[in-house]
């Protein structure tokens, strides 16, 4: 190995594998490593997270779910390499080839997440208390986010002149008191929905969904990579930041994001009362209340024009996930009217 291409502490790594690299590129946290058998990515993590992943990655193989880059032992079987104060795993090299379009590559990713929350589901038992609970938690919350925007209206309404960022913040009001709305009207028909459901469907969660955790072979085939967030919880959870983040931009119709969440849906349908905390979550809009409150909470001077342009594009992200909960919402009545309709005739 040329010592002048890789660095001596991966080297040292590297002899507890059953490989002999000779050459080396950096790619930040991940090493891409030439050997005499192929080349292989070696990711470097902090000690404190847990390599509970492994053992995720493990029970989604053992279930069947094979779209995920493999870890492979060192020398001794274990999956991670504690070496200086920092963890390290070995994979195998995905080319990441790019054959398709961009929309394309997202519907595979969706399918092949909803392949793998099939494929890991389980049901467990939760109490009518719990949910009470954890639907009365969500409320108060949202309430006293609610309490707090009509507040910050009534003081901006108040002064004789307005900054930017208040009188900003005062043209977007009708949109976000909507939005708020429209979630806890979605959050109350969950509820009511689960008052008498005794169970509740869990999956293995990837965890950090994103296009660059989903890497494609040279087939083009695609495979998740960096699963060292990976646990047990709600569907929901894998798709909101995703969501979140791909509508957080300039204003633009969604219909691609719906046409990857129903590509999602048809390999894993939620229930009734799924889609409705699924459409609460998505449209509540935690973003720009949090940058209101950052401005109210200021304790000195602030750069308005700073602070104008972050409302700006939160209220983006507000009216493209308001788009896309809306028609969803539509789609979901109209399944649910022609499906009525089927059952009268």
């Known amino acids: 190995m040329d010592d002048r291409n890789f660095l001596k502490e991966e080297s040292a790594v590297l002899k507890q594998y059953p490989i002999n690299p000779y ?8 090493k891409k490593v030439y050997t005499n058998t192929g080349t292989y990515a070696l990711k470097k993590i902090h000690p404190h997270e847990s390599t509970d992943f ?40 995905m080319p990441n080839e790019t054959r398709e379009d961009q929309s394309q590559r997202h519907q595979q990713l969706f399918r092949e997440l909803a392949r793998m929350h099939t494929l890991s589901v389980k049901e467990l038992e939760i109490s009518a208390e719990v949910k009470q609970e954890h639907y009365e938690k969500t409320l108060k919350e949202w309430e006293k986010e609610e309490e707090f925007i009509n507040g910050f209206l009534e003081s901006c309404e108040d002064r004789v002149y307005m900054s930017p960022f208040e009188l900003t913040f005062c043209l977007y009001y009708i949109q976000i008191s909507q939005a708020i709305q429209f979630a806890k009207q979605k959050l109350e028909s969950w509820n009511e929905k689960t008052k008498e459901q005794k169970k509740t469907r869990t999956v293995t969660l990837h965890g950090k969904v994103s296009p660059e955790h989903f890497l494609f072979d040279e087939r083009g085939y695609g495979y998740f990579i960096n699963f060292e967030k990976a646990r047990q919880g709600s569907p929901i959870q894998d798709l909101l930041p995703f969501l979140a983040r791909s509508l957080k931009t300039q204003p633009k119709y969604g219909d691609e994001i719906i ?51 972050k409302l700006q594009r939160q209220y983006w992200l507000l009216s493209n996930t308001g788009y896309v909960v809306t028609k969803i919402d539509e789609m979901e009545k109209q399944k649910e009217q022609a499906k009525q309709e089927g059952a009268q005739s």
């Open 23 to 30: 050459f080396a590129e950096d790619f930040g946290k991940v």
């Open 54 to 93: 492994i053992r995720h990655i493990q029970h989604l193989y053992q279930k069947g779910y094979n779209r995920i880059v493999p870890v492979y032992p060192a020398n001794d079987g274990r999956y991670a390499v504690l070496h200086n104060k920092s963890l390290y795993y070995l994979m195998p090299w």
């Open 259 to 309: 046409d990857w969440i129903y590509v999602y849906l048809k390999y894993f349908p939620f229930r009734e009362d799924e889609m409705q905390l699924f459409m609460s979550y998505l449209a509540f809009p935690s973003g720009i209340i949090r940058v209101a409150e950052m401005y109210h909470q200021r304790k000195s001077e602030v750069d308005e024009r700073k602070f104008v342009q």
